[in-house]
């Protein structure tokens, strides 16, 4: 790769460093050349970067390439994609992309750390979530396996959904009560819905009651079931802006929404002891397929709903 781009006339020495100029004449500001060896033949990480972008043509030919890493690198990132385009590495047909992400904070505004100051390993916040999930559902009535299979899923859920619903760029606070908590914006107030959409299922089943298979949702009857209605319709719109925008806090904002409503229509309404059978039938309907679009949600998010909660 150095070699092709020495032939190519590319790069050149600049004080002993072999450089290639990525300056544009429209730039307000100044972009350094990118570096690619050192004065004494060294590589860089801009050399492993743009060789790794060679190999990934190689391997896979792919049509973007996403990097999601530290806001503070997008000067450097910028710096590797124009020297990656101008040496030719990759045509304009392949899309490189930098998502810049923030800082996971303590209460205090400052970078999430132990209580003795060190970094805090992955594993140890999932074990200390979990721990902390398993304490609010105590007093659940559930085998101890059920249990710990909810608990695992449930604080896994808390992570990620904390983390993905906030704009990736943004800096944010980590506060495990708000969220462990059951309810507000949080992965347990999600996947708690979920759960009661799949409870509603049970009941049906074990209730015997009979919903045709060709049962179809029935226009609005009230403002909670036009609301669910209304969150049900975002969702194509919302999936396609999360992928076009690399925005997976639209996801979850969507799914927030959904929740919201849907939980307000199910307290509002007898779903089961709806004694006019269309109209019962519709809202079953509507509630697994609540269910199925959340289930889809949290499946993109890399989310999974226990059974119980």
């Known amino acids: 790769m150095v070699q092709d781009m020495k032939d190519g006339g590319y790069a050149h020495i600049d004080q002993g460093a072999l450089v290639v100029d990525v300056q544009e004449e429209s730039d307000t500001k100044e972009i350094p050349p990118c570096m690619i060896l050192k004065s004494n033949g060294a590589t860089l990480y801009n050399t492993t970067d ?3 972008i060679v190999e990934r043509r190689k391997l896979f030919d792919p049509s973007r390439i996403i990097y999601v890493v530290d806001k503070r690198q997008s000067l450097y990132f910028e710096q590797v994609f124009r020297c ?10 392949v899309d490189l992309i930098f998502v810049g992400f923030g800082t996971m904070n303590g209460k205090d505004g400052k970078p999430f750390k132990t209580r003795d100051g060190g970094v805090l390993r ?5 074990s200390d979530v979990e721990s902390e999930v398993r304490e609010k559902m105590a007093d659940r009535d559930m085998d101890e396996d059920v249990l710990n299979d909810a608990a695992a899923k449930i604080g896994l859920a808390a992570i990620k959904y904390g983390d993905l619903s906030n704009q990736a760029s943004k800096d944010y606070v980590f506060d ?3 969220f462990t908590s059951f309810e507000g914006n949080t992965g347990p107030y999600i996947l708690y819905t979920i ?10 089943e074990a209730q015997g009651i009979n919903v045709d298979g060709d049962a179809r949702i029935l226009p609005a009857q009230n403002k909670t079931v036009t609301d669910v209605m209304l969150a049900l319709s975002k969702w194509s719109d919302t999936v396609s802006a999360a992928y076009q925008e690399q925005a997976p806090h639209k996801i979850c904002q969507f799914v927030y929404e959904l929740c919201d409503a849907y939980n307000k229509f199910y307290h509002e309404n007898k779903i089961l002891a709806n004694e006019d059978v269309q109209e019962r039938q519709s809202w079953i309907v ?4 609540v269910g199925s679009v959340l289930e889809q949600a949290i499946d993109l998010l890399g989310l999974e709903a226990p059974d119980r909660m």
Do not use: P, Y
Request: glycine letters at 2%.
């Open 84 to 93: 990656a385009r101008k040496t030719q590495i990759i045509g304009d047909d």
């Open 176 to 178: 495990v009560d708000r």
């Open 286 to 289: 509507l509630s697994r397929l």
């Open 122 to 126: 992955l594993e140890q916040l999932l």
């Open 195 to 204: 759960v009661r959409t799949k409870s509603l299922n049970a009941k049906i």
């Open 50 to 52: 743009l060789a790794t």
